[in-house]
């Protein structure tokens, strides 16, 4: 099961995209998160999908990692895309039976919702599976690093986020496992109603919190061996430091982004 959990993963590997900075890496999955909501134009998301694609092909990924991310969430994909086509009222009626009626304008958000859900998350997954967890920390670290001026805990708060990113593949792991021992015992995931399945879950979720605080109470226990006392006079084996690269990378990204909300009004 750890195969189809992108997020958190990382691909090693010595293409243009993997030796950007994470900084400007942080920096564009930031402003593609905005794109695409600012985008209110089925030409724009053109850009968006070019520019997936041209990083994927960059970075020299397989498209299946991107595929493999968007299956754990294909069932909230279709839910959310019935519930707009049946819930948005509009001025052009396409269908109706009974109480069930279907617009023109819920057809159009229902595409728009399906289209920014698999671009959030192909394209967030890149930045993971393009950058090492040490660069995403100290980029991080690096990014919020002026708001220490105000008290912001920015070295404690990148390492918490990094760590909760890297044990996403793992906890997912650990279920699988714990989900196929209980079914070895006889334990039935699948059968039953609602209320029956949430209650099978129990004998999932308790060994599954035990674990968790398992591990990160070792993990707790390896840092302060390691005598890790947060951000104060650490020091890095591999400095960060912009190139040309990065400011051509994110040059081109901002025109594509800039070109896709405007192209809108045109």
């Given amino acids: 099961m750890i195969k189809d959990i992108t997020i958190g993963q990382y691909v090693p590997g010595e293409s243009f995209v993997h030796k950007l900075d994470p900084r400007t890496k942080i920096l564009i999955s930031l402003l ?94 890149l930045l993971t599976l393009t950058t090492s967890p040490i660069e995403l920390t100290d ?30 593949p793992t906890l997912m792991d650990e279920t699988d496992k714990i989900m196929k021992a209980q079914m070895a015992r006889g334990a039935d995931f699948e ?32 840092m302060e061996a390691r005598c890790y006392k947060g951000g104060e006079g650490r020091t890095r084996m591999k400095q960060l430091k912009m190139h040309g690269r990065d400011a051509a990378a994110f040059t081109t990204y901002f025109v594509l982004a800039v070109l896709s909300v405007l192209i809108a009004y045109i």
Avoid: C
Wanted: a positive charge; glycine letters at 6%; proline letters at 4%.
């Fill in 32 to 125: 593609f998160i905005i794109q695409i909501f600012v985008i209110k134009d089925f030409k724009g998301y053109i850009f968006v999908l070019a520019f997936i694609i041209g990083t994927v092909a960059v970075a020299k990924l397989s498209p299946r990692y991107l595929y493999k991310g968007l299956k754990p969430v294909f069932v909230l994909i279709i839910i959310t895309a019935i519930l707009n086509i049946f819930m948005v009222d509009g001025k052009e009626l396409i269908f109706k039976w009974k109480f069930i009626s279907i617009y023109k304008e819920g057809l159009i958000t229902a595409a728009f919702m399906v289209l920014r859900l698999i671009f959030l998350i192909a394209g967030t997954s």
């Fill in 139 to 168: 980029g991080i670290e690096r990014l919020l690093s002026p708001f220490k001026k105000i008290g912001l805990p920015a070295h404690e708060l990148a390492m918490m986020m990094t760590i909760a990113l890297r044990f996403i």
């Fill in 191 to 222: 059968s039953g109603s609602i209320v029956q399945k949430a209650k099978s879950l129990i004998p999932l979720l308790v060994p599954l919190f035990i674990s968790s605080f398992r591990r990160a109470d070792e993990l707790a226990m390896a």
